[in-house]
């Protein structure tokens, strides 16, 4: 059932599968098949490419309209990224590449930020919706990006990110950030070195994020799940294998603490 050609499992709607993804790595480490392997790599950047992350906030949508990981519904949940970051900490224990390191850090970062309750614990969705409209608060016209950005920045945010005046999805002139190409190749075609161009591109994403953040935000579910906050703390703590940052550990020490004081009931 893999696809070959873009990535994951099956046509569209498309999922993450992670956890087909994460049977791939397994079996491909235990019994040394570099097939499997690869599978999993695979799979995992075609999601880091696509409209399925958030390449501003971090973060991974629910799920892909189409099968090439461009259209996301917006809606995002606790469980799939707690998968998520379990599957990159062991990605990276794998094969260590700086694209799972920043994942891991980005997505770690919109959890705290995003889906963290007051007391504790963390929320269980964020909605596709701001202001009635599915994926307002992640989508951007030329227009938007013009208008916070000066020429050269733009000029970098819009190649990177596959965005034009027409847009990419079906909402006139909205686009949906992924990512055609690398950064190498977009360096060159706009005539940079690539450590200009790489610090001109962090530089506007910070930017654009910060406009975001003063948006209307989704709608959210602040139910407390003991599951899929467990998955969490599975994912931290292969993060902190992988990473060896004792942050990781920190944050999962800190959730496990948080569940048993508000879910454990005499005993």
């Given at each position: 059932a893999y696809d070959y050609a873009r990535g994951g499992f099956g046509g569209a709607p498309k999922f993450p599968?992670?956890?087909a993804l994460e049977v791939l790595l397994t079996n491909g480490v235990l019994h040394q098949d570099v097939n499997d392997q690869d599978r999993a790599h695979h799979g995992m950047l075609a999601m880091l490419n696509g409209g399925i992350y958030d390449h501003l906030g971090g973060g991974f949508s629910r799920y892909t309209v189409d099968a090439e990981w461009r259209v996301p519904h917006f809606e995002k949940m606790l469980y799939d990224n707690s998968l998520l970051l379990r599957l990159l900490g062991k990605l990276h224990l794998a094969q260590p590449n700086d694209r799972y390191l920043a994942a891991i850090t980005e997505t770690t970062t919109w959890l705290q930020r995003e889906m963290a309750l007051p007391n504790?614990?963390?929320?269980?969705a964020l909605d596709a919706d701001s202001e009635g409209v599915e994926g307002k608060y992640y989508t951007w016209t030329l227009e938007e990006i013009a208008a916070f950005l000066p020429a050269d920045e733009a000029e970098i945010i819009a190649e990177f990110y596959g965005v034009t005046l027409s847009?990419?999805?079906?909402?006139e002139q909205t686009n949906i950030f992924y990512r055609p190409s690398d950064l190498a190749a977009v360096a060159a075609k706009i005539g940079l070195p690539a450590?200009?161009?790489a610090a001109k591109l962090n530089k506007a994403k910070k930017t654009l994020h910060d406009a975001q953040l003063l948006r209307i935000p989704p709608g959210a579910d602040d139910k407390l799940i003991l599951q899929w906050n467990a998955l969490l703390i599975s994912g931290w703590t292969w993060c902190y294998r992988a990473t060896a940052d004792e942050k990781?550990?920190?944050?999962?020490t800190d959730l496990w603490h948080a569940l048993n004081e508000q879910l454990c009931s005499g005993g």
């Amino acid at each position: 059932a893999y696809d070959y050609a873009r990535g994951g499992f099956g046509g569209a709607p498309k999922f993450p599968m992670s956890m087909a993804l994460e049977v791939l790595l397994t079996n491909g480490v235990l019994h040394q098949d570099v097939n499997d392997q690869d599978r999993a790599h695979h799979g995992m950047l075609a999601m880091l490419n696509g409209g399925i992350y958030d390449h501003l906030g971090g973060g991974f949508s629910r799920y892909t309209v189409d099968a090439e990981w461009r259209v996301p519904h917006f809606e995002k949940m606790l469980y799939d990224n707690s998968l998520l970051l379990r599957l990159l900490g062991k990605l990276h224990l794998a094969q260590p590449n700086d694209r799972y390191l920043a994942a891991i850090t980005e997505t770690t970062t919109w959890l705290q930020r995003e889906m963290a309750l007051p007391n504790g614990g963390y929320r269980a969705a964020l909605d596709a919706d701001s202001e009635g409209v599915e994926g307002k608060y992640y989508t951007w016209t030329l227009e938007e990006i013009a208008a916070f950005l000066p020429a050269d920045e733009a000029e970098i945010i819009a190649e990177f990110y596959g965005v034009t005046l027409s847009g990419n999805w079906e909402e006139e002139q909205t686009n949906i950030f992924y990512r055609p190409s690398d950064l190498a190749a977009v360096a060159a075609k706009i005539g940079l070195p690539a450590e200009v161009a790489a610090a001109k591109l962090n530089k506007a994403k910070k930017t654009l994020h910060d406009a975001q953040l003063l948006r209307i935000p989704p709608g959210a579910d602040d139910k407390l799940i003991l599951q899929w906050n467990a998955l969490l703390i599975s994912g931290w703590t292969w993060c902190y294998r992988a990473t060896a940052d004792e942050k990781y550990l920190r944050l999962a020490t800190d959730l496990w603490h948080a569940l048993n004081e508000q879910l454990c009931s005499g005993g």
